[in-house]
């Protein structure tokens, strides 16, 4: 059982930023790929980014690609979402997603607001 706990998201004015953390329990986070996704109002969930468990491979979608970046610290059982340059289409909650194999835990999301 993975629980993951999301932090960070806020109140931004377009084109700053902001730092999402993912703390997950447990002793085996370093074997699940990580994920964030975001869903607006009236929306459907999209994949933002995602990250292999060694961190040797990423994934963004298009409409962030150079503006955000995902880590991890398996260390520290924690992955982030660096967000800069933020527009005001990027309001959504924010959550993020641990994965191996058929097995998936979600967090429970954070607000991000972009304010123009």
């Known amino acids: 059982q993975v629980q993951l706990v999301e932090s960070g998201g806020g109140l931004v004015q377009a084109g700053g930023s902001l730092r999402l953390s993912c703390l997950a329990s447990?002793?085996?986070?370093?074997?699940?790929?990580m994920g964030w996704f975001r869903q607006a109002p009236g929306k459907e969930r999209e994949s933002v980014a995602s990250?292999?468990?060694?961190?040797?491979?990423?994934y963004y979608v298009d409409s962030v690609k150079g503006r955000f970046t995902i880590s991890r610290d398996n260390a520290k059982n924690t992955v982030y979402l660096q967000m800069t340059s933020l527009k005001p289409e990027d309001t959504a909650v924010y959550y993020c997603?641990?994965?191996?194999?058929?097995?998936?835990?979600w967090g429970q999301g954070t607000q991000v607001t972009v304010s123009s």
């Open positions: 447990g002793r085996t986070f370093s074997i699940y790929a």
């Open positions: 997603k641990a994965t191996r194999l058929w097995v998936e835990y």
């Open positions: 990250i292999s468990w060694s961190g040797g491979n990423s």
